[in-house]
Nanobody
Framework: QVQLVESGGGLVQAGASLRLSCAAS????????MAWFRQASGKERVFVAT????????YYADSVKGRFTISRDNAKNTVYLQMNSLKPEDTAVYFC??????????????WGQGTQVTVSS
């Protein structure tokens, strides 16, 4: 069992940066691929970024490529999402997820409760 708790969301102006964190419980964190998804109000949850268990490969949605960076620290059981050059369209609840395979689909076993990111214009 893995429990995930996101933090770091908030209200920022367009062009600003935020770093989200997702702290995981459980000793098997390092064996899981980790991902970030987001869900804007009234829309479906969509893929943002994913990272393999050892950080060797990372994949991003086209909408965030070049602006967001996913990373992980297995010693701290934490995955991060560095978000730069934020845009109003990045406004959403951001969720982290854990699963056996780094995939852009929703096929992850564990999900956090989400953290709100709001970007004002």
């Amino acid at each position: 069992q893995v429990q995930l708790v996101e933090s770091g969301g908030g209200l920022v102006q367009a062009g600003a940066s935020l770093r989200l964190s997702c702290a995981a419980s459980g000793r098997t964190f390092s064996s899981y691929a980790m991902a970030w998804f987001r869900q804007a109000s009234g829309k479906e949850r969509v893929f943002v970024a994913t990272i393999t268990w050892n950080g060797g490969r990372r994949y991003y949605a086209d909408s965030v490529k070049g602006r967001f960076t996913i990373s992980r620290d297995n010693a701290k059981n934490t995955v991060y999402l560095q978000m730069n050059s934020l845009k109003p369209e990045d406004t959403a609840v951001y969720f982290c997820a854990a699963g056996p395979v780094a995939t852009m689909s929703n096929d992850y076993e564990y999900w956090g409760q989400g953290t709100q990111v709001t970007v004002s214009s």
